[in-house]
Structures are given as C-alpha cells and as structure tokens.
C-alpha cells in the first residue's frame, strides 16, 4: 500500500515521450512507481481526463529577491511551477561584504523586502530554509553581486588581486551548493567588465562545475554580436552556457532574435553545451534606470541621483536617452510597473509618452523626473515580436522561463503578467490555442530541459526514484489569465500540486502545506 496514488490520468513524464495511460505511486517524498497496472494507495487523487506531469521548473527567476518575504509562492503553485532557479541576470542576494551591502537596490528590487542578515549563500539558505518555502529555490550566485562586493559600483577593471577575490567568491558559492554563475551585462556594475574579466570567472564556475547564465550585452540592435560574445566566452572558459531570455527588442530589430537562436544553434551542432530559454510574452519587464547610458549608472543609486541634478551631467543623460529612444527604445512602450510614495505614484500602468503628454514634457525628461522622484522603478517595456517569440519557443534548445519575481496574488501596480502566467501560457495558449507545440514537448520544455540544464538530478521527471515534484492539469483548461491591463490573477486550470510529496495544491485550491526546499548541487 502507498502512501498516496495519482491514478487514471496521462503521464506526460518530461522527456517528450507520448503521453500514456499510467498510476503514480508516491512514498516518502520520491517517486516509487509509474505503472500501467491499477495502484492502491492509503490516499488515491483521481486523474481521469487529466495529464500528469512533472512539476514545472522555472530556470529564470528572480525569486530569491522575494521568496522570503512570501514563502507560499502562490503565484508559481497555481500554474504547476514546484522549482524556481534563482541567481539570474547577475543578481544574486549574495555575496555580502561592507562594500555592497548596502547597494541592494543595484537589483532594482525593493532592498527593505530581505533582512540582509547573512554574507555568503550558505547562510542565505539557511534563512529561506527556515521560512519553510511552498517551492525548491536554487541558487546561482551572480556577477553583479560578486563584483560589488569587491569593487562597489566603480567603473574600472580590477587588479589582479581583485580578480582574484572575485573568483574566490564562486568558488566558495560553488562549494556551498549554488547551481550556476550569472552575468547581466546591461547592468551594472556587471555592464563596466571587459570580457577577460567575465571570461576569467566564467573560467573559475566551470572549474566547479557550475552553468554560465547570461543576460547578454545587448539584446537591440548588437544582440547579434552580444549572443556571439557570450559563445566566446562560453568556448574560451570551458563552460556551459545558457542564454537568458533570448530576444530582440525594438521595432527595427524584430527578426534578429531568428539570427542569434541560429547561433545558438549552429554552436550546439559544433559541440559547444549551449541552449537559451524565453518568455512567452512580447514585452519585457526591468528597471528603469536600465535606460540611462551606461556611465550614468557607476557609483550606484546615490551617485546616479545626484548626476539628475547636476546640470551639465543631466543634460548629457537626456542626450543619451534621446539616441536610445530614436534607436532602440520605444518610449511609448515603456510603462511604468509600480512607484513608491512621490510625485509620479498614480501613474503605474502608463506609458512615458502618455505621461509626458500629461505633464508637458517629452519624455526623456519623464525618465528624469521619475527616478528623481522614486528612485529606480519597476518598467513593462513592449518590445518584441510574436512571430519572434513563437521561433525561439518551438526551437528544441530552448526552455520555457518566467524572468519573474512576485509571489503573491495580490499587491500593488501593473507588474508584468510573466510572474503569474509563463507556464499555463506555454503549456495551454502555445499548444492547445496557437499550436506552436505539441503537448508532450511544451512539458518537456518546463520540466526536464531546465532541471537538466540547472544540473538537478532526480527532478523534472516522472520516474521511480525521482522528487514527487507532480502537477496534475486539464489541458483543455490551463489557461494563464493575468494581463498587462489586469496582471493580479492567478492561473487556473491545475488541479494538483506536490512538491516533495507534500500536497500544495488540492482540488484547484491552495492548501498552505509547504514542501520546498533549497536545492544544492
């Protein structure tokens, strides 16, 4: 007798096989049997006319910037997600030293959500341990982080020394159990580092086995040559890569995501451990202050601030926003996401050109104005093509990932639709709705490329002997109903959710029993 049996569905297991009539049996947290013969168990969850999956695994989170601040994860369990992969874009909640512990709004997320009471990412995990999380965390440790707490946020290469410092801290988060190391080269203080820099700590994960994760240098109008940086860089450190969130944004741009993603693609074929993964949405969601040329944002936020109100360098700020905005940016596709107290806070959900209008003022200077105003500030920028984001979808190297970050189900602002929806979008819209994918591949998709990728042995299968990470869904119903006008909606259509065996979803509802845990390589 089993402690608990999931029978008469489909088991769709992840590999992208077909689907097939299957019992799944669950004891002690793991996976003992997928059997075509009738299961008994002490608890029986019927699946008939449903599909029986994996968890989904989201390999691009940001979710270590809030999970302990909501543990419950609402928004991942009622679309299937059982594991988040934090780390990305070269943020990370770690390492800490006197140098960057204060700079946590480099991440262009709320600072005062964490407590920032640990240095490394053993004792960051040690604290998301004890919240007792509904989801498995793994952890990256990241560039930004890791050159901040050596450098701050100055503008130079480091010395020898500090390079080695550097790569002394992956290594230490390597030896803690971290998954992978990320850059986000748009961001600083990752964006100041010349390529012998990423490549010599690239080089230092690798030696410990870790993924390379990046937000590549560009993703407009150079994503061709920053997709090509990050194959060389990958090929000069011996690692593997992962490209995050591949896209090109900008009107004049659509079509050059095809051309990176045949890349990625031809550098597989050659030999090279590279994929990418995507949202299935066409805007992307970051900080505001991302905008501003590059030498605006040394220092950190307080020297950013100050360079707004000093004539000469905010002129020369408006005069690089200008050449973004006539080139690369839209600005009327920037919409500002969520505003703190001050003098801009009624504005979420508009754009910087309706804004501008309102005011008087074009809108660079909105940009000025806002910042000055709140600081920096979550942005929804529509950007991208549909027919550019169905490519990269369907293509076999890329895995399906959110690029999100809220946990709740309800809160403040026009957050992007991504953190509610990813899953259910690519497993119900991109199948059953656009037929970008067949249903066994979408699943693949989310569950065994990303564990496999992250490295995580013994999860986004459905094996005996594999994590009793299971979601049992209707996929006439899966639907992700969160959008950019209305985003604070959970997805519906998951009727089952166990994460490490535990029952976080039963019955299409929410049931607060938390499984989670902070998974180590």
């Known amino acids: 007798m089993h402690d608990l049996v999931i029978t008469g569905g489909t088991v769709v297991d992840g590999t992208g096989a077909p689907g097939r009539r299957a019992d799944v049996a669950i004891d002690g947290g793991r996976v003992t049997a997928v059997s075509s013969a009738p299961l008994a168990g002490r608890r029986v969850i019927s699946a008939r006319d449903r599909v029986v999956a994996p968890g989904f695994v989201d390999l691009h989170s940001h979710a270590d910037f809030t999970l302990p601040a909501s543990p419950g994860a609402v928004t991942q369990?009622?679309?299937?997600?059982?594991?988040?992969?934090?780390?990305?874009?070269?943020?990370?909640?770690?390492?800490?030293?006197?140098?960057?512990?204060?700079?946590?709004?480099?991440?262009?997320?709320?600072?005062?959500?964490?407590?920032?009471?640990?240095?490394?990412?053993?004792?960051?995990?040690?604290?998301?341990?004890?919240?007792?999380?509904?989801?498995?965390?793994?952890?990256?440790?990241?560039?930004?982080?890791?050159?901040?707490?050596?450098?701050?946020?100055?503008?130079?290469?480091?010395?020898?020394?500090?390079?080695?410092?550097?790569?002394?801290?992956?290594?230490?988060?390597?030896?803690?159990?971290?998954?992978?190391?990320?850059?986000?080269?748009?961001?600083?203080?990752?964006?100041?580092?010349?390529?012998?820099?990423?490549?010599?700590?690239?080089r230092a994960a690798a030696s410990r086995g870790l993924l390379y994760s990046t937000h590549v240098r560009n993703e407009t109008d150079r994503v061709i040559e920053a997709v090509t940086e990050a194959l060389e860089t990958a090929r000069a450190a011996g690692a593997r890569l992962q490209v995050s969130h591949l896209k090109s944004m900008?009107?004049?741009?659509?079509?050059?995501?095809?051309?990176?993603?045949?890349?990625?693609?031809?550098?597989?074929?050659?030999?090279?451990?590279?994929?990418?993964?995507?949202?299935?949405?066409?805007?992307?969601?970051?900080?505001?202050?991302?905008?501003?040329?590059?030498?605006?944002?040394?220092?950190?936020?307080?020297?950013?601030?100050?360079?707004?109100?000093?004539?000469?360098?905010?002129?020369?700020?408006?005069?690089?926003?200008?050449?973004?905005?006539?080139?690369?940016?839209?600005?009327?596709?920037?919409?500002?996401?969520?505003?703190?107290?001050?003098?801009?806070?009624?504005?979420?959900?508009?754009?910087?050109?309706?804004?501008?209008?309102?005011?008087?003022?074009?809108?660079?200077?909105?940009?000025?104005?806002?910042?000055?105003?709140?600081?920096?500030?979550?942005?929804?920028?529509?950007?991208?093509?549909?027919?550019?984001?169905?490519?990269?979808?369907?293509?076999?190297?890329?895995a399906v990932a959110s690029d999100g970050w809220i946990m709740d189900a309800s809160g403040p602002g026009h957050p992007h639709p991504r953190s509610f929806g990813t899953f259910a979008r690519a497993v119900g819209h991109y199948v059953r709705d656009a037929g970008v994918l067949p249903l066994e591949e979408a699943i693949r998709k989310s569950t065994s490329l990303p564990a496999s990728r992250a490295g995580l042995t013994g999860r986004g299968r459905l094996a005996?002997?594999?994590?009793?990470?299971?979601?049992?869904?209707?996929?006439?119903?899966?639907?992700?109903?969160?959008?950019?006008?209305?985003?604070w909606q959970l997805a519906t259509g998951v009727d089952t959710v166990l994460v490490n065996g535990v029952i976080a979803v039963d019955g299409g509802e929410i049931t607060g029993e938390r499984g989670g845990e902070v998974l180590r390589r």
């Open 464 to 487: 005996p002997g594999t994590a009793a990470d299971v979601v049992v869904l209707d996929p006439d119903r899966i639907t992700d109903h969160s959008t950019y006008d209305q985003p």
């Open 250 to 398: 900008g009107p004049g741009n659509h079509g050059l995501a095809r051309t990176a993603l045949d890349l990625i693609t031809r550098a597989h074929a050659d030999g090279l451990d590279v994929a990418c993964d995507v949202y299935p949405y066409t805007a992307s969601s970051t900080s505001l202050a991302s905008r501003l040329p590059a030498w605006a944002l040394e220092g950190g936020a307080p020297a950013v601030a100050e360079r707004l109100i000093d004539p000469v360098t905010r002129d020369r700020v408006l005069d690089g926003l200008r050449e973004r905005f006539g080139r690369d940016i839209d600005p009327s596709g920037i919409v500002l996401a969520e505003l703190g107290p001050g003098p801009f806070a009624d504005q979420a959900g508009r754009s910087l050109t309706d804004i501008g209008t309102a005011i008087g003022q074009p809108p660079e200077m909105v940009v000025l104005l806002v910042l000055a105003g709140h600081g920096d500030v979550a942005i929804v920028n529509h950007a991208m093509a549909e027919d550019d984001v169905r490519t990269v979808l369907a293509s076999p190297l890329a």
């Open 77 to 202: 369990l009622a679309q299937g997600v059982t594991t988040l992969i934090g780390g990305n874009c070269g943020h990370s909640p770690f390492p800490l030293t006197e140098r960057n512990r204060d700079a946590g709004g480099f991440a262009g997320f709320d600072p005062t959500t964490l407590g920032w009471e640990w240095s490394d990412a053993a004792g960051y995990a040690a604290v998301v341990t004890s919240l007792r999380p509904g989801v498995n965390l793994g952890l990256q440790v990241g560039h930004n982080s890791v050159r901040s707490a050596v450098l701050g946020g100055s503008n130079r290469e480091p010395s020898p020394s500090e390079l080695s410092e550097m790569s002394a801290y992956v290594v230490s988060a390597a030896a803690q159990g971290v998954l992978g190391f990320s850059t986000g080269l748009i961001y600083p203080p990752g964006l100041f580092a010349q390529s012998g820099e990423v490549v010599e700590l690239v």
